[in-house]
């Protein structure tokens, strides 16, 4: 007779499929918005998330990236939540999290990014369904400060990144203890500088005030359906773009992909359960 354990073993699988591969939709989804919006290799060389990010604000719930949020909105300290891309992913030990201006499409990042949010030191806490980013047990060196665009400087891009925050960490002069006000900084000489590690996860808004003076950079159109993730698991999720549409790009793909597995997963553990009966 086949042991019950066994059974939920086979019955579970196609779950444990379905979580992995919606994560790693996640991520290519996210990688392509960093592309399309210009933040790589402007202000990022390269970015290879090994997690996807989950910013939320309260009043407003999840973000999509790249979505179009107001000052007032983003006002509040967000909420982060980090899940691995899949089980060989261990999130252990400490991160920094940063959050900056990168200014609207086309913005030149050699003269630097305004830093809205400087934490090191900071927890995840919670397993890997999700991690919460415990910034508030982190040391603060700037606070977090919500986005406020100058009017008629157009939609600014603003990046929220978790590094990894390894033991031979230490954090230049000027940004080595708590209260540093909101100013301008090179990020990328702030990482080299700092021995940071890798880049974890990554998210971003647009925020703009009033109507731009100029003409903004275009930005092409993130299309999921097309990415490998999406087509391994047969959806399909239409195109989101990747400057300020509100729409998520692994939103529709996430909860539909999650109802079918739970589906199957139903069906499948009533066979298996039946069958058992029936031995």
Do not use: C
Request: charged letters at 5%.
């Amino acid at each position: 007779m086949i042991s019950v354990s066994v059974i939920l073993s086979l019955a579970l699988a196609p779950f444990v499929l379905g979580q992995s591969n919606n994560s790693e939709l996640g991520i290519e989804a996210i990688e392509a918005h960093f592309t399309n919006a210009g933040i790589v290799p402007s202000l990022l060389a390269s970015f290879d998330p090994s997690a996807v990010l989950t910013l939320s604000y309260n009043g407003v719930g999840n973000i999509s990236p790249g979505q179009a949020l107001t000052n007032t909105q983003v006002a509040p300290i967000p909420d982060l939540l980090v899940t691995p891309a899949n089980s060989t992913v261990q999130l252990t030990g400490n991160y920094t999290v940063v959050m900056a201006d990168a200014g609207p499409v086309g913005t030149d990042e050699s003269q630097g990014q305004t830093r809205h949010w400087l934490v090191n030191s900071v927890p995840l806490t919670g397993d890997s369904s999700g991690f919460n980013v415990s910034t508030s047990t982190g040391l603060a060196i700037t606070d977090y400060a919500g986005p406020a665009p100058a009017p008629g400087s157009g939609a600014h891009r603003y990046v929220i990144l978790l590094y990894s925050q390894p033991s031979n960490f230490t954090a230049p002069d000027g940004l080595n203890t708590p209260g540093v006000a909101v100013s301008t900084f090179s990020l990328s000489d702030y990482v080299k500088n700092s021995n940071l590690g890798p880049i974890v996860a990554g998210m971003y808004i647009t925020v703009e005030a009033g109507t731009a003076s100029f003409t903004p950079s275009s930005t092409a159109a993130v299309v999921t359906s097309t990415l490998p993730a999406a087509q391994s698991t047969g959806s399909t999720s239409g195109t989101s773009s990747g400057s300020s549409d509100a729409a998520s790009p692994t939103g529709n793909t996430s909860s539909n992909g999650a109802g079918n597995v739970f589906a199957s997963l139903s069906k499948t553990v009533a066979a298996a359960i039946f069958g058992l009966i029936l031995l």
